[in-house]
């Protein structure tokens, strides 16, 4: 099984509500990510997780708080977000964690903040 | 700092005609080159990833990409392009500190019939 699963595939929020994006993957990698990504643009790093431990976070605004219940799960709480937030959200997973590993992308989950 | 370029931001190929897409890199020592493509919508897949050792790489959907360390150029081909490989492609490259990717702008490929 090489799949990533993300949900929910598409989330619209007002900017006062609190929601969360989760990631599952079951290939018994130990490094999951989140990216972001706007339209017509590379993938941005948000965060990595390395063994269920926070080993990089992009000066990402506090409105996004990551957690990592366990090495299958991964999930983005959002909350106070801006209309400019307004993006594909998309979850990875690598054997181990680094840039030598291939990643394995989830569908992405497309979330518009009004 | 790692860079990476792609110089087409869009392609138009005829279906059936050959492709190459353009990456060049930056970087000091040895480095660890991806191919990604991603269909509208969707999350991205591995279409071949060069570490070391032969220069010339095979991937999957009839992919090959060539490293040549002199000119820093991680080039994508195919023979015969099919109407399904419309997407965006991306070349990236592992950072140095070994802890992330580094995208390129991407390439949009229309295929023409």
């Known amino acids: 099984d090489t799949e990533v699963t993300q949900t929910p595939k598409h989330l619209v929020m007002g900017m006062t509500n609190k929601k969360s994006l989760k990631c599952e993957q079951h290939m018994g990698h130990r490094a999951m990510y989140w990216y972001k990504q706007k339209a017509k643009k590379p993938p941005e790093l948000m965060f990595v997780y390395s063994y269920e431990k926070l080993s990089i976070n992009e000066s990402v605004p506090s409105r996004f708080s990551p957690e990592c219940p366990n090495s299958s799960l991964l999930n983005l709480h959002l909350h106070a977000l801006q209309p400019e937030d307004s993006a594909l959200y998309l979850c990875?997973?690598?054997?181990?964690?680094?840039?030598?590993?291939?990643?394995?992308f989830g569908p992405g989950t497309r979330l518009t903040v009004l | 700092a790692q860079s990476v370029t792609q110089p087409d931001i869009h392609i138009t190929v005829s279906e059936g005609a050959s492709l190459e897409l353009r990456c060049n890199y930056s970087y000091g020592a040895t480095p660890y080159l991806f191919w990604y493509v991603q269909s509208p919508g969707q999350g991205l897949q591995l279409l071949l990833k060069y570490f070391s050792g032969d220069t010339l790489v095979q991937g999957i959907k009839g992919f090959e990409a060539e490293f040549k360390r002199s000119q820093s150029s991680f080039n994508l081909r195919k023979p015969s392009v099919h109407w399904s490989d419309a997407a965006e492609y991306f070349c990236a490259v592992g950072n140095q500190a070994g802890t992330a990717l580094i995208f390129g702008k991407g390439t949009t490929l229309s295929v023409s019939s």
């Open positions: 990875a997973s690598s054997p181990l964690a680094g840039s030598t590993d291939t990643q394995y």
